[in-house]
């Protein structure tokens, strides 16, 4: 039993997961327990858990996409104006304004929407693997171009929509559950069979440790970071849509503002390391969790809205030093030296 | 031994890493004005004591005494500032940097902050030029091959006028001539009174140029003696542990045999960015055998035929079919394997381990979607960590754990696993020792003989005249002889290499 348990810790997910749990503790202790309350309503489940995982989705869903990004040693910048153009091509379809004769239809509205991100995806992924742009200057050209684009299809207005169907994206339940929870476990279940059942995972590995070497082993890397990209690009779509769902229409220069910062984030506080190498899908969802936990209790402890950001960074830090091998090392030596004298 | 000369002493060094005690209890001395030879298998702990030596690693138990004085550096440099200047095994200079740059970061001359970079190139060029390298300082360093790479680093360490001068394999990747250069230099620097350390796997070089030899095995001192109380063969005895018999022996199969065979490649007129015109043919179940000196094209047309470099003009015919071969999976499914020389970047994938690194290019070629399961590639690992008797702790040691010569057998075994038709192994020996690396030349025969066709480039002629059963020559990227069978021989090779007459290189006089 501690055999296994000593197994798990020195997996990638152990150090997020625990931060996660203090953080969660934390609130509960300081909300008196109130924290952790759940109630159903009309069959739904509601409190403070479920809005985290559900304003957490939109999040889950870009790491998901953006994590084997930054696996490969790249980044992908772009995935917040991606969402912008996304919410702007769902909503102006459903509004009517762009394809009258598809009159509203949600269901094309969302198949043109992923098919955008699509779009914007493959543009990343030919720019960096085939123009050999750098991906942190190949993804801001549709990190800046991409909200311009988005102005241009809904003709430079907020579009605001009235269709339930379309509201059930981000507002919906299935089995008491809110529905962006299952695109987040059906994208997060695709990916990890294809990383884990295919040589997918290994292949994106070893380009981000060496991809001169990769490339001599016979992996397709371009090939590769093709698919890569043009993923990421697809899981921006999908937030774009449960983002839009949830304001209940497209606001092409506030849409997925900055958060690509903290995809990124969540990432790398997942202990995916930037420079590539080594990741973990389910590390970085419980990144994104993490980061959701904190601007939700930082609210919710009634801290004034100029100090949240200090606050998130200040815990960020501590999340990093944790994280830190060097950090961990200098204190299990501490510790091992302590012990050494008192015995 | 008198007390004064002793410039460096190491005593009862240990050093452990998990799963692992890489050093137990070792010491060492170095005088002033000695060569002094550390010698021992792959993985026997030699790169580890340059290590602790020079405070990349932390050592967990000894003493290190520098002119008496005890001494404890934290980092390189800071063993750099006490007089110790090293070249590591794996040339760890900055490839993006020109040549000039790689010689004097971290020193450069100049003044209030000011770089001179006039005076920079100059210095550069004059430098290497003591090493007979005449080259374009302000390119980039990765613009050349490991050889002048490792050149530079070589001219780098002895221009810092240092106590102490460590070499750990510089002569791995260098053609008999730079090796003579590097031997003048390193004796006019020993009679300035530096004690030099050289590490090395190639026994000549050990007689040639070292006055003492130190032998370690499986991390542990075995024994110290001068270089001329100490015969070949006692030495070999003393690094394995036990008596070697047939180091000399060339393997049997190589030369019978040798009738008309089916031809498996041909290269026509074929030309890359790197080289132009090159027409070969390659037999199945032969070694052939690429000769040449640095930078003679040997290796570039192996690049050609595996398709790194794309072929711009020219045809390839792969078992008489025209083939388009563009990028490296390509010639993989054609049935060729190609193990570059470039360990560092071309070859092993750091961070993965051992298990990962063997099954790569297996998994390349079988598709990405046609995954090994976990069982096959543990079994894979296994038989290959069992066949080349590499050491590690455990197949799941990630491959920069491994030591040098350790790794380039993870790197052949990759290749092996593929099961190619035609192997093409540029400087597979480098850095491995001298038991192991008769069994891959022997390795080598077995495989030609039954049916698979090699081409064998190594900078070291005596291996070549022991594998290869044909042999091409190279000079300033063309073709300008070829040998077969019994003209096979180190003076034949020697003379078309460096054009006949013009082989004695002219010296420059080092002051
Ligand atoms: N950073 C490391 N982590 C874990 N093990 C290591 C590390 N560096 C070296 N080792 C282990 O220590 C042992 C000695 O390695 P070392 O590199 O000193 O060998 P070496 O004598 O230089 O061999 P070679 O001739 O192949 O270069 C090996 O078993 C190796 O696996
Ligand atoms: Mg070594």
Redesign the pocket.
């Known amino acids: 039993m501690s055999q296994k348990l000593r197994q798990f810790s020195k997996n990638q997910i152990f150090w997020p997961l625990m931060v996660l749990l203090a953080i969660l503790l934390a609130n509960g202790i300081v909300s008196g327990g109130s924290f952790f309350e759940m109630r159903i309503v009309d069959g739904h489940l509601y409190g403070r858990l479920i809005d985290i995982l559900r304003n957490g989705s939109k999040l889950m869903v870009l790491a998901i996409g953006i994590t084997m990004a930054l696996a490969t040693g790249g980044t992908d910048i772009s995935v917040g104006s991606v969402m912008a153009i996304s919410g702007a091509v769902a909503c102006s379809i459903v509004d009517g304004r762009l394809l009258p004769g598809a009159s509203g239809n949600v269901a094309v509205a969302v198949v043109l929407a992923l098919l955008a991100g699509v779009l914007c995806g493959l543009w990343n992924g030919v720019l960096i693997a085939k123009v050999k742009i750098q991906p942190i200057v190949a993804t801001m050209i549709l990190m800046v171009a991409g909200r311009g684009i988005a102005q241009l299809i809904t003709e430079g207005k907020i579009v605001t929509i009235n269709s339930d169907a379309y509201y059930f994206i981000n507002g919906g339940y299935i089995l008491g559950l809110p529905f962006p929870l299952f695109i987040v476990a059906f994208a997060f279940v695709l990916v990890m069979l294809f990383t884990r059942k295919t040589a997918f995972g290994l292949f994106i590995e070893a380009i981000g440790v060496n991809s001169v070497s990769s490339r001599f082993t016979g992996i397709k890397v371009d090939r590769i970071k093709l698919m890569i990209y043009t993923f990421s690009g697809l899981m921006a779509a999908v937030a774009g849509l449960i983002e839009s769902a949830g304001i209940k229409g497209a606001d092409c220069n506030n849409a997925g503002l900055l958060i690509e910062l903290d995809a990124i984030l969540s990432v790398a506080i997942g202990g995916t390391s930037l420079f590539g190498g080594r990741f973990s899908i389910p590390a970085s969802v419980i990144g994104a969790l993490i980061i959701q936990s904190i601007s939700t209790s930082v609210l919710a402890m009634g801290v004034a809205p100029e100090v949240t950001l200090v606050v998130k960074s200040l815990i960020v830090v501590v999340i990093c030093l944790v994280q830190s091998k060097k950090f961990k090392e200098t204190i299990a030596g501490k510790f091992s030296r302590r012990a050494v004298k008192e015995a | 031994m008198d007390t004064q000369e002793k410039l460096l002493e190491m005593e009862h060094i240990t050093k452990k ?4 005690v ?1 050093l137990r209890d070792v010491q060492f001395a170095l005088r002033r004005g000695e060569i002094h030879a550390l010698l ?10 340059i ?1 602790v030596l020079t405070g990349v ?1 932390e050592r967990d138990g000894g003493d290190i005494f520098l002119e008496g004085r005890a001494v404890s550096p934290q980092s390189p440099q800071a063993a750099q500032n006490m007089g110790i200047s090293t070249v590591y ?1 794996e040339v760890n200079l900055c490839p993006n940097l020109s040549v000039a740059e790689n010689v004097y970061i971290g020193r450069e001359p100049g003044s209030a902050g000011r770089i001179d970079w006039k005076t920079i190139n100059r210095k550069a060029a004059e430098l290497l030029s003591r090493f007979d390298l005449h080259i374009d300082v302000t390119q980039n360093l990765d613009r050349y091959s490991v050889a002048v790479q490792q050149m530079v680093a070589i001219a780098r360490a002895v221009d810092i006028s240092a106590k102490v001068l460590i070499l ?2 510089p002569t791995s990747s260098l053609t008999a001539v730079e090796v003579r250069k590097l031997f003048e230099i390193m004796r006019m620097l020993k009679a300035r009174g530096m004690g030099i350390i050289f ?1 090395t ?1 190639f026994l000549d070089q050990v007689y040639e140029v070292s006055d003492t030899i130190t032998v ?1 095995r499986g ?1 542990e001192y075995v024994c110290s003696s001068p270089t001329a109380e100490l015969p070949k063969m006692q030495l070999v005895a003393r690094m394995i542990g036990k008596e070697y018999e047939d180091l000399e022996s060339r393997p049997s199969s190589s030369l019978a045999d040798r009738g008309k065979r089916d031809l498996f490649l041909r290269l026509q007129g074929a030309a890359s960015a790197q080289i132009s015109h090159v027409d070969i043919d390659i037999q199945k179940g032969e070694v052939l055998g690429f000769s040449g000196l640095l930078g003679s094209g040997r290796s570039e047309i192996a690049r050609l035929i595996f398709g790194v470099d794309p072929i711009v003009t020219g045809g390839l015919e792969i078992g008489g079919r025209k083939t388009a071969v563009k990028e490296p999976i390509t010639a993989m499914r054609a049935g060729i394997g190609f193990c570059p020389e470039n360990r560092k970047s071309e070859g092993i994938v750091g961070e993965l381990s051992v298990r990962e690194n063997i099954m790569l290019a297996l998994q390349a070629k079988q598709g990405m979607l046609r995954a090994m399961s976990r069982r096959q590639s543990e079994k894979l690992a296994d038989e290959y960590i069992e066949a080349l008797s590499i ?3 455990s197949r799941e ?1 990630s491959i ?8 380039q057998k993870v790197i052949l075994a990759r290749w092996l696993a593929t099961a190619p038709d035609l192997l093409m192994l540029d400087e597979p020996t480098r ?3 001298i038991g192991t690396k008769a069994e891959i030349q022997k390795l080598v025969t077995k495989l030609a003989g039954e049916g698979m066709s090699l081409v064998f480039i190594s900078s070291e002629v005596d291996e070549m005249v022991r594998c290869c059963g044909r042999m091409v020559i190279l000079r300033d990227k063309k073709l300008v002889g070829e040998l077969t069978g019994e003209e096979i021989s180190e003076d034949m090779i020697v003379k078309y290499m460096a054009g006949g007459e013009q082989f004695e290189p002219k010296t420059e006089t080092i002051q």
């Open positions: 890493f998990p799963g692992v890489a021992g298998e792959n993985g026997a702990g030699k790169s580890t004591l290590k690693f095994q750990d394999e590490v796997h370690l991390g050491k590690t702790p040691q920069h754990n491994l030591s040098g010569g350790n790794q850095g491995i020792d």
